[in-house]
């Protein structure tokens, strides 16, 4: 009877150091997890994979109800502004009539010209539509869990909202990709500004305005100007809108986001069948190699 | 039974990460996981293990861009720190327990925001984060309703009015 007693305290504290162990081994991985992240490894993205293929279908569920009333929602505020919105169009009718027939002429020239050159097109981008389901889960970060089914995505791919960027894919797993917003702190695009042409980084601070980073002092940047994305770096192709200038203090100069999230039920991936950002990363390290 | 507090959590975590399709509106989605984190481990500690915690961070870290670790220390550490603070405020009133969240809450967002700082080696906005920070506190009692009502009817004994 004794025995058994001072078998059950041990056992006891035995179960006790174990307990502990295991909570300073969970601190532990986290602390691992947090500086494999920096490197952004295998293990990062298995986890990441494994818990969004378990809570995507949880996600699709919940977001029903969500997508419901926001559709109610849109659809009470169209019929408001039907008025309104019917005379711009008009107005902007007239506009891109006149603008048709610029582009007709431009066509006919480019055409002439391309072929002058004997100019090899670019391949006709790819995309898919993929449904949005979930929304940041963390107060400082913006990013979207967007369902993409079977389609081949790829990480570093483009993401269009209507018609301008709003993000690239970050990280796949089975059936969904996790979206980083241009507005997110991870996210930094080389831009150039439309008119000028005065070229720098679009570098997201969490904010809804994200900054333009790294442009000359003289560059000639005025508020309203279309920042589109300038192609270089080879993840992103050149021309595609992102937003306009809203604001310049001295040298922080402020980008407002063309894409209206709150429109957006479906983004587009697109695949410009440009190189991958892990391609790029390693195409950089090989040409380091033979540097040497 | 022990695992109803996390089944809680996550089903309401899940309903909080909806789609609003709208940046302004997100920066007022509260930041559901770390109450119910709090409000069980100051209420149920027993039922709410490092796993819990550990589980709830992942979810929070898969479900945003920071790095994969980061609120699962964090919550981690509001697990430990609460633990200790139950001994003193386990029994205490709603309005006590609320305070005591919005300093516990205040001071992680704080330190999150530092080791954001550091990881990113830029300074993180921190104006739209503490608007997030106060739509959290606005939204604490009905999180804790919600809780309350899980703890009344699907968990034995200690029935607590609030």
Request: glycine share 6%; net charge neutral; hydrophobic share 50%.
């Amino acid at each position: 009877m004794w025995r058994r007693g001072v078998l059950l305290i041990k056992f006891r504290e035995l179960k006790d150091i174990l307990r502990r162990s295991f909570v300073v081994i969970l601190f532990i991985a986290s602390f691992l997890f947090i500086l494999i992240s920096k490197v952004d490894g295998v293990v990062v993205e298995t986890a990441h994979g494994l818990v969004m293929d378990a809570t995507g279908p949880i996600m699709q569920v919940v977001e029903f109800p969500s997508r419901i009333i926001h559709r109610v929602y849109t659809y009470f505020y169209d019929i408001g502004r039907i008025y309104t919105d019917n005379r711009e169009l008009r107005e902007e009718n007239k506009q891109m009539l006149i603008l048709q027939n610029k582009v007709r002429t431009l066509e006919v020239e480019n055409q002439l010209l391309s072929r002058l050159l004997n100019y090899t097109p670019p391949e006709d981008a790819t995309f898919i539509s993929a449904k949005i389901i979930a929304e940041s889960g963390d107060n400082f970060t913006h990013m979207l869990l967007v369902y993409i089914g079977d389609e081949p995505v790829k990480k570093g791919q483009i993401v269009l909202g209507n018609e301008s960027v709003i993000g690239r894919v970050d990280k796949v797993s089975g059936h969904y990709a996790k979206v980083i917003l241009v507005t997110d702190i991870n996210s930094k695009i080389p831009v150039v500004v439309e008119r000028t042409r005065a070229r720098g980084i679009l570098a997201g601070d969490n904010t809804v305005a994200p900054t333009l980073l790294f442009t000359r002092e003289t560059a000639d940047i005025q508020e309203g100007d279309v920042v589109v994305t300038s192609g270089v770096g080879g993840m992103f192709p050149a021309g595609l809108p992102i937003g306009f200038i809203s604001s310049i203090s001295g040298r922080e100069i402020s980008v407002e986001t063309m894409a209206d999230i709150s429109r957006v039920e479906y983004v587009r991936i697109v695949d410009y069948g440009l190189s991958n950002e892990e391609e790029i990363r390693k195409d950089f390290f090989e040409s380091k190699d033979d540097a040497r | 039974m022990h695992r109803i507090p996390l089944i809680a959590t996550l089903i309401l975590m899940f309903i909080f990460f909806m789609p609003i399709n709208s940046v302004r509106l997100n920066y007022f989605r509260p930041t559901v996981g770390v109450i119910c984190v709090y409000y069980w481990t100051l209420k149920r500690g027993y039922m709410f293990s490092y796993v819990s915690a550990f589980v709830v961070g992942l979810l929070m870290d898969v479900y945003s861009s920071s790095p994969l670790g980061l609120n699962i220390v964090f919550m981690m550490l509001l697990v430990s720190v609460i633990n200790w603070l139950a001994r003193y405020f386990q029994s205490a009133s709603f309005n006590v327990c609320w305070a005591l969240f919005a300093a516990v809450e205040l001071g992680q967002i704080l330190l999150k925001w530092l080791a954001l700082t550091i990881y990113f080696g830029r300074l993180v906005v921190l104006s739209e984060v503490m608007i997030s920070y106060f739509s959290t506190l606005m939204f604490y009692p009905l999180i804790v309703c919600l809780n309350v009502w899980v703890q009344n009817h699907f968990l034995p004994q200690e029935r607590i009015n609030e």
